[in-house]
C-alpha cells in the first residue's frame, strides 16, 4: 500500500470515529483532510467527501438501530426535504471557484466549532441534571406541530450544505433534532445518519451528471478506514459523556478552520 492509501486509511478511521460517536462531523472534516493532507483539489474533494460520508454513515447505522437509536419517520422526512436543497447545493458546487469554495469551508467550520462549543456546554449542564439515566432507553417517536416550518427551513439548509461542501450535514440535523422535536441526543446522532445516507446519495446522483473525476483508490481507502473507525465510534458515544465529544469535536473544528484560514491567506 502506497504511502497516500495508508495516510488515507489513517485519517479515514479517526474521521469515522467521530461520525459514529457523534452522527456528525465526519464530512466536515473530510473535505480539509483531502485538500491539505492528500492533495486533492477542492471540487474532487467535496465529490469524494460524499462518498465516504454515504459508505461511513451506512456502515454506522445498523448499529444505532440494535440501540433502538434511529427515528425511522421522522429521518426520513427530514432527509426528504433535505434532498432538495442537496441536489439545488450540488449544482452549485460547481459554479464557483476553488478559492471561494475553500473560503466558505473555513467560515463554516468556523461557525460550527462556535456553536458546537455552546452546545456542549449546555449538554454538560443537563447531563449533571440526568445522572443516572439510560442512554439506550426507548422513547416514543416525537411529535412538535409548532416546529414544522422551522424543521423544513433546517432541512432545506442542511441539504444545501451537504451538497455544496460535500459534508454530511449532521453539524446541523443533531442540533435540530434535539432542538426542535426535542429527540434526545443519542436517538439524534443516530438518525442524522440515515439523513446522511439520502442527502449524501442525491447530491452524488447530481454531480455524476457533471463527469467529476475522482481519486478512487484514495476515497475508497478513506471510506474503508471511515467504515471500520465508524464500528468504534459507536461503542464510544455509549461510554462517554455526550458533552465531552461535542466539546472535544468543537476543538477539532476549530484547529481545522484556523489551518484552512492560514492555508488562504498564503495561497
Given amino acids: 500500500m ?14 469515522g470515529v467521530v461520525v459514529g460517536a457523534l452522527g456528525a462531523g465526519g464530512g466536515i ?21 460524499l462518498l465516504i460520508v454515504m459508505v461511513t ?9 440494535r440501540r433502538q437509536q434511529v427515528c425511522w419517520r421522522t429521518g426520513l422526512v427530514f432527509a426528504a426535504v433535505a434532498s432538495l436543497g442537496a441536489w439545488g447545493g450540488s449544482w452549485l458546487n460547481g459554479q464557483v471557484g476553488e478559492q471561494m469554495l475553500m473560503a466558505g469551508l473555513a467560515a463554516l467550520l468556523s461557525v460550527v466549532s462556535a456553536v458546537m462549543v455552546r452546545s456542549g456546554l449546555r449538554q454538560r449542564a443537563r447531563d449533571r441534571a440526568v445522572v443516572g439515566s439510560q442512554p439506550g432507553a426507548q422513547h416514543t417517536e416525537p411529535r412538535a406541530p409548532a416546529g414544522r416550518a422551522r424543521l ?3 432541512g432545506l439548509l442542511t441539504g444545501a450544505l451537504t451538497g455544496f461542501f460535500g459534508v454530511g450535514g449532521g453539524f446541523a440535523v ?9 429527540i434526545d441526543i443519542r436517538r439524534a446522532a443516530g438518525t442524522s445518519l440515515l439523513v446522511m445516507v439520502v442527502t449524501t446519495a ?29 464500528l468504534i465510534g459507536g461503542p ?24 484552512s484560514l492560514v492555508a488562504l491567506l498564503l495561497a
Fill in 29 to 49: 472534516l473530510t473535505v480539509p483532510v483531502l485538500v491539505y493532507l492528500l492533495g486533492q483539489s477542492p471540487h474532487e474533494a467535496t465529490t469524494g467527501s
Fill in 174 to 182: 443533531v442540533p435540530v433534532l434535539t432542538l426542535v422535536l426535542a
Fill in 57 to 65: 454513515a451506512l456502515v454506522a447505522l445498523p448499529s444505532r438501530q
Fill in 236 to 259: 464510544v458515544s455509549q461510554r462517554a459523556r455526550s458533552s465531552t465529544l461535542t466539546l472535544l469535536f468543537a476543538l477539532i473544528l476549530a484547529g481545522t478552520a484556523v489551518r
Fill in 202 to 230: 442525491v447530491s452524488l446522483l447530481e454531480r455524476a451528471t457533471a463527469g467529476i473525476v475522482i481519486d478512487l483508490p484514495v476515497v475508497a481507502a478513506f471510506a474503508v478506514g471511515s467504515a471500520a473507525g465508524g
Fill in 2 to 15: 502506497s504511502a497516500s492509501l495508508l495516510l488515507a486509511a489513517l485519517v479515514g478511521v479517526g474521521v
Fill in 152 to 154: 423544513v427551513g433546517a
